[in-house]
Each structure stands twice: as structure tokens, then as C-alpha cells.
């Protein structure tokens, strides 16, 4: 099993321009979370799908920001335009819940680690 | 603000001494989870618990619920180098849809 998968690992970028984080994850899961880790802010969960439906997404910080699932197997976080304060390591993650709203245990993905110019 | 509290921030041991860290929330929550991070790492998921006053063990660990379902603990007993990391409890509030992580507990063992 691959686990959830994150891409890229590593992101370096200037000022204004997009950013886009992409997330597989595990097969079968039905929910789909991505989160921001700072220093100062801890992990923050930004939005949450299930069934490929965003459920919630009062922590996305601003307009800049979007996330997408077009399928199960598929995510996308997409940051326009990028600003310096968004610096932070993004991770997904994906779990299975009967039912909605219901947290079980989640898995986590290796991560994205994004540096704004 | 921050909903999900844990004390202390930071905890450094010897090796072989006990540790507990303690979390808190300002609403109920439906369940509490705890996670471990490595330096470096990704959150690791240890467990889960859903009734009030609710208590488990894996090994060394002691894991708590508390009787009102805002208040959770983490005990450790002998740590030893491979538990150094980050731990944090997280869960979801009883009244929508939100889910937090607490502010997490640094642990560093010294040998």
C-alpha cells in the first residue's frame, strides 16, 4: 500500500505566483483533508472533503486560496497569488468514515514543504 | 483562537523517566485522537477514544478521555529515545463540523 501521496515535496517560488500542491489518496478512503504546519500557528486543518465534497472549508485563510477533488483519487490545493506569510510544510491526509461529519483515524501524506520568496 | 490547548509546550527527560502531556479543549469534543510527529515526519496516528472517562494503554502509553469530554491525557511510562517527537490530540467538536489539533507537546529524550 503507498499510502497517501503528496507531490511535490519540495516547492520554492517567487512572490505572485501560483502554487499548486497535489494529494493521492489512499484507495478506498472517502475523506480527504488538507492542513498547514507552522511554527507559530500549529496544524491547521484548511478544508475537508467527503466523498469527494468539500464539508468544510472555514479554514482556508483567504480567497487565494481553493482546493478541488474531481474524483476520489485526486486533490488539488492551489494558491494564487502566493504571498511569503504561506511559507509552511501542507500536508494530506485521508481517512474512511461511514458517515458525515465523522473524524476516524487519518493517515497522513510525507507533505509538502513551500517556501514564498 | 486556539481551541485545543496542551501543556507543556515543551518537556525534556531523561531516559527512562516517566512523561504526560495534557490537552484541553474550550468545547466537548465527540472523541479524542493522539498523533505523533518525528522530527521531520509526518503525523503517525496512536489512537483514538470515544467515551467520556474512558481509559486505554498500548505498552508504555496511558491514554485518558476526560468525564466532560474536554480535557484528554498522555502518560509515558520510562521513556526511552524512540519516543522523542511531537505529540498531539486532536478531535472533533460535538456540535459541527469542525476538527482540531492541539498545540502539541515537544518530547526530547536524553540518554
Not at chain 1, 69 to 74: D, E, H, I, R, V
Not at chain 2, 26 to 34: E, K, R, V
Amino acid at each position: 500500500d503507498a499510502g497517501v501521496i503528496q507531490s511535490p515535496r519540495h516547492e520554492v517560488t517567487e512572490m505572485g505566483q501560483e502554487v499548486t500542491l497535489r494529494c493521492k489518496p489512499i484507495s478506498g478512503h472517502n475523506s480527504l483533508f488538507w492542513y498547514r504546519q507552522t511554527m507559530m500557528r500549529g496544524l491547521e486543518l484548511l478544508i475537508y472533503f467527503n466523498n469527494n465534497v468539500p464539508i468544510d472549508d472555514s479554514g482556508m485563510p483567504e480567497d487565494r486560496f481553493s482546493a478541488k477533488m474531481p474524483n476520489a483519487s485526486f486533490s488539488t490545493l492551489k494558491i494564487q497569488p502566493s504571498e511569503p506569510r504561506d511559507s509552511a510544510v501542507y500536508f494530506c491526509a485521508s481517512s474512511f468514515a461511514y458517515y458525515t461529519p465523522k473524524f476516524n483515524e487519518q493517515f497522513f501524506g510525507p507533505g509538502t514543504r513551500l517556501t514564498v520568496l | 483562537g486556539q481551541q485545543v490547548m496542551q501543556i507543556p509546550q515543551y518537556q525534556h527527560v531523561q531516559e527512562g523517566e516517566d512523561f504526560t502531556t495534557y490537552c484541553n479543549s474550550s468545547t466537548t469534543l465527540s472523541n479524542i485522537q493522539w498523533y505523533k510527529q518525528r522530527p521531520g515526519g509526518h503525523p503517525v496516528f496512536l489512537i483514538q477514544l470515544v467515551k467520556s472517562g474512558e481509559v486505554k494503554k498500548q505498552k508504555r502509553l496511558t491514554f485518558q478521555f476526560g468525564e466532560a469530554k474536554k480535557n484528554s491525557s498522555l502518560h509515558i511510562t520510562a521513556t526511552q529515545t524512540t519516543d522523542v517527537g511531537t505529540y498531539f490530540c486532536a478531535g472533533p467538536t460535538s456540535t459541527g463540523n469542525q476538527f482540531y489539533f492541539g498545540t502539541g507537546t515537544s518530547l526530547t529524550v536524553i540518554p
